[in-house]
């Protein structure tokens, strides 16, 4: 079992940064691995960011490639996406994930999920 407690996120004008945090329980927590995942008002939930249990193996959507980063360390159990030239698009509440098995970009293949975070960008 492992319990995922989010922090960060908020309110940022274009171009602007921020990093949320989810900080899981358990002392198992470098055996999983996790990803980012969003959803904005009237959209599907959308794959953002995952990385691989040891931090060494990651992968980033698309549309956040080159301004999103996803990293862990698993010392504090915690893993991390630092947003940078966030855009008005960006805005959505971001949730983490975690799974036992190789990461995904699929969000039904993960098994505990945070309790989101909503990040708002304005133009």
């Known amino acids: 079992q492992v319990q995922l407690v989010q922090s960060g996120g908020g309110l940022v004008q274009a171009g602007g940064s921020l990093r949320l945090s989810c900080a899981a329980s358990?002392?198992?927590?470098?055996?999983?691995?996790m990803g980012w995942f969003r959803q904005a008002p009237g959209k599907e939930r959308e794959f953002v960011a995952a990385?691989?249990?040891?931090?060494?193996?990651?992968t980033v959507a698309d549309s956040v490639k080159g301004r999103f980063t996803i990293s862990r360390d698993n010392a504090k159990n915690t893993v991390y996406l630092q947003m940078n030239s966030l855009k008005p698009e960006d805005t959505a509440v971001y949730s983490c994930?975690?799974?036992?098995?190789?990461?995904?970009?699929?969000?039904?293949?993960?098994?505990?999920w945070g309790q989101g975070t909503q990040v708002t960008v304005s133009s």
């Open positions: 994930a975690a799974t036992p098995n190789r990461y995904s970009r699929w969000y039904n293949e993960y098994d505990y």
């Open positions: 358990g002392r198992t927590f470098s055996s999983y691995a």
């Open positions: 990385i691989n249990w040891s931090g060494i193996s990651k």
